[in-house]
């Protein structure tokens, strides 16, 4: 080959790499745009719930939003196991998403416990509740998640207020004295229901009916939508409207399978969650009174409990409040800031 010759290989094979070079890019960004992922979403919610009618709906706009790059799968009322199981696969990705209330977190980042409710009756009504949730501080505290759980909360839905069930009547401190009570394993639950002296019993979730069925507890707390959703109705008649306890539930996104989508992707996945769950709670709470009637239609009977009543039991409880806030310094600024905004 004469030098002309070889100088017009050099300067093909050069243009030729250059080439190459320059659409290496667009090829990878066209594979990973064409990447499929999985979507496992497991929690312990009920069945027809509004929670998980909220999930459903999301499990289709994750799969119809991304053109089918994102597989996702749903898999409600503890099919891939309990709370526990649950909260750890986010942790660690087994599960890519789960729901849960920010309480959950006591032992690894108990501020976020604090804006999950604890110690009760820290949210005053439904209007706190957004002021908290939906405002700055609602962000706050999906980056401390970020930072010392491993997920992100990407939204925030809800199953309501918490009240009373139980096998007899209860509508005084004298009436819930001795209750066995069912707690979340949280040590914050006990100390709530200790200090209005009642029994408290921690079990799985899942054990709840057959806790009662067979008289381990005598009544549990929780929301009326789960209470239909699990029958547990169908073991204790008399349902207690205290709103002792609002309870949020993060939408949980495990922070690295989110970090490794695409960034369009990313960004719909956390504008989704966000449309669906403000669907979700309005429509949570235009039903809680049905909710409570459609209980009272099955044979459950309701005690109310007076206003002067409840102070007293919040009265009684307040101390909580600096006893869980000594847990740290950030437990207690976020106590005061949850407050701040009644």
Same mark, same amino acid.
């Given at each position: 080959?004469?030098?002309?010759?070889?100088?017009?290989?050099?300067?093909?094979?050069?243009?030729?790499?250059?080439?190459?070079?320059?659409?290496?890019?667009?090829?990878?960004?066209?594979?990973?745009?064409?990447?499929?992922?999985?979507?496992?979403?497991?929690?312990?919610?009920?069945?027809?719930?509004?929670?998980?009618?909220?999930?459903?709906?999301?499990?289709?706009?994750?799969?119809?939003?991304?053109?089918?790059?994102?597989?996702?799968?749903?898999?409600?009322?503890?099919?891939?196991?309990?709370?526990?199981?649950?909260?750890?696969?986010?942790?660690?990705?087994?599960?890519?998403?789960?729901?849960?209330?920010?309480?959950?977190?006591?032992?690894?980042?108990?501020?976020?416990?604090?804006?999950?409710?604890?110690?009760?009756?820290?949210?005053?009504?439904?209007?706190?509740?957004?002021?908290?949730?939906?405002?700055?501080?609602?962000?706050?505290?999906?980056?401390?998640?970020?930072?010392?759980?491993?997920?992100?909360?990407?939204?925030?839905?809800?199953?309501?207020?918490?009240?009373?069930?139980?096998?007899?009547?209860?509508?005084? #401190? $004298?009436? /819930?004295?001795?209750?066995?009570? @069912? +707690?979340? *394993?949280?040590?914050?639950?006990?100390?709530?229901?200790? %200090?209005?002296?009642?029994?408290?019993?921690?079990?799985?979730?899942?054990?709840?009916?057959?806790?009662?069925?067979?008289?381990?507890?005598?009544?549990?707390?929780?929301?009326?939508?789960?209470?239909?959703?699990?029958?547990?109705?169908?073991?204790?008649?008399?349902?207690?409207?205290?709103?002792?306890?609002?309870?949020?539930?993060?939408?949980?996104?495990?922070?690295?399978?989110?970090?490794?989508?695409?960034?369009?992707?990313?960004?719909?996945?956390?504008?989704?969650?966000?449309?669906?769950?403000?669907?979700?709670?309005?429509?949570?709470?235009?039903?809680?009174?049905?909710?409570?009637?459609? #209980? $009272?239609? /099955?044979?459950?009977?309701?005690? @109310? +409990?007076? *206003?002067?009543?409840?102070?007293?039991?919040?009265?009684? %409880?307040?101390?909580?409040?600096?006893?869980?806030?000594?847990?740290?310094?950030?437990?207690?600024?976020?106590?005061?800031?949850?407050?701040?905004?009644?």
């Amino acid at each position: 080959m004469d030098s002309s010759s070889e100088r017009a290989f050099t300067r093909r094979r050069v243009v030729g790499l250059g080439l190459a070079a320059i659409a290496a890019p667009t090829v990878l960004t066209s594979a990973r745009a064409q990447q499929k992922f999985t979507c496992r979403i497991a929690h312990t919610e009920g069945i027809g719930t509004p929670i998980t009618l909220g999930f459903e709906k999301w499990t289709g706009i994750l799969r119809e939003r991304s053109g089918g790059r994102i597989d996702a799968q749903h898999f409600p009322a503890a099919q891939l196991g309990g709370l526990a199981q649950a909260l750890e696969g986010s942790r660690i990705g087994t599960i890519q998403v789960t729901t849960a209330g920010p309480d959950s977190e006591e032992a690894i980042a108990p501020e976020i416990a604090a804006f999950g409710g604890a110690p009760g009756f820290i949210y005053k009504d439904e209007a706190h509740v957004d002021r908290v949730l939906q405002g700055p501080l609602g962000q706050e505290v999906s980056d401390i998640a970020r930072k010392k759980t491993g997920v992100e909360f990407v939204a925030y839905g809800e199953t309501g207020f918490r009240h009373i069930l139980s096998k007899r009547p209860v509508n005084s #401190l $004298e009436t /819930l004295k001795g209750l066995k009570i @069912r +707690v979340p *394993e949280l040590r914050i639950w006990v100390d709530f229901w200790k %200090t209005l002296g009642a029994n408290p019993t921690p079990l799985p979730y899942s054990e709840q009916y057959s806790a009662l069925s067979t008289g381990v507890i005598d009544g549990l707390d929780s929301d009326y939508f789960s209470i239909l959703g699990f029958k547990w109705h169908e073991q204790a008649k008399e349902v207690t409207p205290t709103a002792h306890w609002f309870l949020p539930k993060a939408v949980r996104v495990n922070a690295r399978w989110l970090d490794s989508l695409p960034a369009d992707l990313r960004d719909m996945v956390r504008a989704s969650a966000k449309e669906v769950f403000a669907e979700q709670r309005a429509t949570n709470r235009a039903n809680a009174d049905k909710a409570l009637a459609d #209980l $009272e239609k /099955l044979g459950c009977k309701v005690n @109310r +409990v007076s *206003e002067a009543e409840r102070a007293k039991w919040a009265e009684m %409880t307040a101390p909580l409040f600096d006893q869980f806030g000594s847990k740290s310094p950030e437990t207690k600024a976020m106590i005061e800031k949850i407050r701040k905004l009644a």
